[in-house]
C-alpha cells in the first residue's frame, strides 16, 4: 500500500506515469484485495476449521473451551472484531480463520473487512504519498520503518510466549486433575 501510495497524483513517481493513481483508488484496491485475500482463510474455517482443531488443537494447545468461548465472542462482539482487527497490524491477517470457525455469515464478514480495511489501506497508501519523495534521499525512515518492525515482531513474541504459557499451564491443572 505505501508503495501503490507512493504512485499517486502529487507524488514525485506521478512524473513518470501518464495516469497516477489516486489514494481513494488504491485505498479502495487494497480494501477488495483483502475481502478476496480473506475468501480463503475464511472458508477454511468454515468448513474445516472445528473439525481440525476438534481433532488437533490439542497440538497447538487450543481445546473445545477455546471454540465455545470463541462461538460466544463472535456472536455477541464478531461484527466489531473483525471490523477493529481490520485496522490493526499483524491481527487483520488472521481474523478471517476464527470468523469462519465461528460461522460469522459471510456478507457480514465481508462488509465489515471491507469497511475496516480502507481506512487503513488510505492510511498506508497516504503514508507512501508523503514519504515516497524522501524514501531515497531521508535515511530516517528506513531506521524508522526496522524499527517499527521490530517492535511488531516483539509483540508477537510475548503474546505466543503469553499464549503458550497460560495455556500450558492451564493444560497441566486439567491432567492433575485427571
Known amino acids: 500500500m505505501p508503495f501503490s501510495g507512493a504512485l499517486t497524483i502529487g507524488s514525485i513517481a506521478s512524473q513518470y506515469h501518464r495516469e497516477p493513481f489516486t489514494l481513494f483508488l488504491v485505498a479502495l484496491c487494497g480494501a477488495i484485495g483483502c475481502n478476496v485475500g480473506s475468501v480463503f482463510a475464511y472458508e477454511i ?97 528506513k531506521m524508522w520503518f526496522h524499527r517499527f518492525d521490530a517492535l511488531i515482531l516483539a509483540v508477537i513474541v510475548v503474546a505466543a510466549v503469553w499464549f503458550v504459557w497460560t495455556h500450558w499451564k492451564h493444560r497441566i491443572r486439567v491432567t492433575e486433575s485427571a
Open 45 to 141: 474455517g468454515y468448513y474445516g476449521g472445528r473439525p481440525l482443531v476438534e481433532k488437533y488443537g490439542a497440538y497447538i494447545l487450543l481445546s473445545e473451551r477455546e471454540l465455545k468461548w470463541a462461538d460466544r465472542f463472535f456472536v455477541k462482539y464478531g461484527d466489531w472484531a473483525v471490523f477493529i482487527s481490520r485496522l490493526l497490524p499483524v491481527v487483520r491477517t488472521f481474523i478471517a480463520l476464527p470468523a469462519g470457525i465461528a460461522r460469522m455469515p459471510r456478507l457480514r464478514f465481508h462488509i465489515y473487512t471491507f469497511v475496516g480495511s480502507f481506512p487503513w489501506c488510505l492510511m498506508l497508501a497516504y503514508v507512501g504519498k508523503v514519504l515516497g519523495d524522501r524514501w531515497e534521499t531521508d535515511p530516517r525512515l
